[in-house]
C-alpha cells in the first residue's frame, strides 16, 4: 500500500466513525446529542484535513513524475523527443475552443467532482464557466456549470425521448423574461358574428359603405415553473466519466421527458403546466345509452366527429395500455377494428381513422376520463427558458462520499384553446382535446 493509498484508509476510517453517529441516531428517531454533534464535527474538520493531504501528495507526486519523464527525454541524444514535447507545450498554450471543451458530459461531471473537493485541482476548462455555462452557481459553494453543448443535448434527448414533449408547439423565450404573454382568439362559437373573436366580412353593392367589424382577443399568460432532479454520485461512480454520464444521461433525460408529458396530460395549473384532462378546452364524449362495455366502436366513432376539422392531420390517439386488447375485439358489422385482414398473424393496424395509436403510461386508468384521448398536439403551447440549469455540489452528502448534482428546468404549457367552439352549422361542440367519459 503506498502512502496515498494509506491516507485514504485513514480517511475512510473517520469517515465510518461518523456515518456510524449519524446512522445510529437515525435508526433511534432522534436528533443527535450535543456531544454527538461535536463529534461528527471533529470527524469532518479532520476529514478536510485529510483530503488537503491526499490531494497535496498527489500533486507531489505528479510532479515528481513528470520531472523523471523529462530528465528521461533530456537524455535522447538527437533531441529530436525533446523538441516534440516543447512543440506539444506550445500547442497546449494556445489551446483551441474545441480543445478547451470537455469531450463528454461524463468527463466534465467528474471535473467538476474533483475540483470541488477541499483542495482539488480545477481543471482549467471549467475556469470557462461564464462563457460555456448555464447558471450562476460558484466554484467556492462546489458548484460549476454544465458545458452548453451538453445541456442542450441533455434537453434535445428529453424532448425526443417523450411522447408528446416531442409534439407540442414549443416557443424559447429570452433570457430575461420569466414568462411570456400572448394574444388568442376568443372564440367559443362558429355562428355569424362570432369567427376569429368577431372578424366579419359583407357582401356589399356597389357604392354602398362598406361595414366594419372589431375583433375581440384574449390573452394566454404563461409563467415559468420549476422542474428539478437531484442524482447522487459516488466516489466509485465518478471514477468512471462513461458510466457517469451513461447514468445520467439517460436517467434524466427519461425522467424529465415523462413528467413533462405527465403535466402536459393532466397537469393541474398550479406549479406545473396545465394540462389537457385539466383544461377547459376538453371535450367529453358521453357513452351510449345502456353502455355496459369500458369501449365500444360507437365510442370511437363520435370521440372522432368531435375533433375539430382542422387538427385531424395532427391528431394521435393516446391511450392507457389495458385499452388495447379491447380494441381488438371491437367490430363495425363483421369488419374488425383494429385488427387487419390476416388477424393476429399480421401486425396490427396500430391506427384508427388513419391516425396513430399510442399507449402512454401518463394516461388515465382503465374506465377514468383520460384512459383514451384523441388529441392534437399542435394546439398546447410550451414555453421553457434556456435549456436544463445544471449545478454541483459536495456539501450536501459530505460524510457519505457522495456529490451531488442538481437540474432545474423552468417551463410552462397550456391549452392554446380554452373553451370547445360551437361548428357554424350544428350544435355538438368541437376541441383539438377528445377524451371518452367515465365508465363503471
Known amino acids: 500500500m503506498n502512502k496515498v493509498e494509506k ?6 476510517d473517520l469517515r465510518l466513525q461518523a456515518v456510524g453517529i449519524i446512522n445510529r441516531a437515525e435508526a433511534e428517531d432522534r436528533f443527535l446529542t450535543d456531544e454527538e454533534n461535536t463529534a461528527v ?6 476529514i478536510a484535513k485529510w483530503d488537503e493531504s491526499i490531494n497535496r501528495a498527489k500533486t ?10 523529462e530528465t528521461e527525454g533530456g537524455n535522447d541524444t538527437d533531441g529530436g523527443e525533446s523538441n516534440s514535447r516543447s512543440e506539444k507545450r506550445n500547442v497546449k498554450s494556445n489551446p483551441t475552443s474545441d480543445e478547451r ?21 480545477i481543471d482549467e476548462r471549467l475556469s470557462t464557466r461564464a462563457a460555456l455555462g448555464l447558471n450562476e452557481s ?67 353593392s356597389e357604392a354602398e359603405q362598406l361595414t366594419a ?24 461512480l465518478l471514477t468512471d466519466a462513461a458510466a457517469l454520464e451513461s447514468v445520467i444521461r439517460q436517467a434524466f433525460a427519461e425522467e424529465f421527458a415523462f413528467k413533462i408529458d405527465d403535466s402536459v396530460i393532466s397537469g393541474s395549473g398550479a406549479g406545473q403546466p396545465l394540462g389537457i384532462l385539466k383544461s377547459k378546452a376538453l371535450v367529453v364524449q358521453e357513452l351510449e345509452a345502456n353502455q355496459t362495455e369500458k369501449i365500444t366502436a360507437e365510442n370511437l366513432v363520435k370521440m372522432w366527429s368531435r375533433l375539430w376539422g382542422r387538427s385531424r392531420a395532427n391528431s394521435v390517439w393516446y391511450i392507457n395500455q389495458e385499452i388495447e386488447p379491447l380494441l381488438y375485439t371491437l367490430t363495425v358489422g363483421d369488419k374488425p377494428v383494429y385488427i387487419p385482414a390476416g388477424g393476429l398473424s399480421e401486425t396490427p393496424y396500430a391506427t384508427l381513422f388513419g391516425r396513430p395509436v399510442l399507449p402512454l403510461e401518463q394516461c388515465s386508468a382503465l374506465g377514468e376520463v383520460g384512459d383514451i384521448i384523441l388529441a392534437d398536439a399542435s394546439q398546447y403551447l410550451f414555453i421553457d427558458k434556456g435549456g436544463i440549469n445544471a449545478a454541483s455540489s459536495i456539501h450536501v452528502r459530505f460524510l457519505y462520499d457522495e456529490n451531488v448534482f442538481r437540474f432545474i428546468y423552468r417551463c410552462d404549457g397550456q391549452p392554446i384553446w380554452n373553451k370547445p367552439v360551437t361548428p357554424y352549422k350544428g350544435s355538438a361542440t368541437l376541441s383539438p382535446f377528445v377524451a371518452l367519459a367515465k365508465r363503471n
Open 7 to 12: 491516507m485514504r484508509a485513514k480517511r475512510e
Open 41 to 46: 464535527k471533529k470527524f469532518e474538520e479532520e
Open 60 to 69: 507531489v507526486l505528479s510532479i515528481t513524475k513528470s520531472r523523471e519523464e
Open 101 to 121: 471543451k470537455f469531450r463528454s458530459f461524463g468527463e466534465q461531471l467528474a471535473s467538476v467532482y474533483r475540483a470541488a473537493v477541499p483542495g482539488g485541482r
Open 138 to 204: 460558484t466554484p467556492s459553494d462546489g458548484g460549476f456549470l454544465v458545458q452548453q453543448d451538453f445541456v442542450s443535448e441533455l434537453l434535445q434527448k428529453t424532448f425526443e425521448t417523450g411522447v408528446l414533449a416531442s409534439k407540442v408547439r414549443k416557443i424559447p423565450i429570452s433570457t430575461n423574461a420569466n414568462g411570456l404573454k400572448i394574444n388568442a382568439v376568443d372564440d367559443d362559437s362558429r355562428k355569424e358574428g362570432c369567427r376569429w373573436g368577431g372578424v366579419q366580412t359583407y357582401w356589399e
Open 213 to 236: 367589424s372589431k375583433p375581440k382577443f384574449r390573452q394566454m399568460e404563461l409563467s415559468l415553473k420549476k422542474l428539478t432532479g437531484l442524482c447522487f454520485a459516488t466516489d466509485e
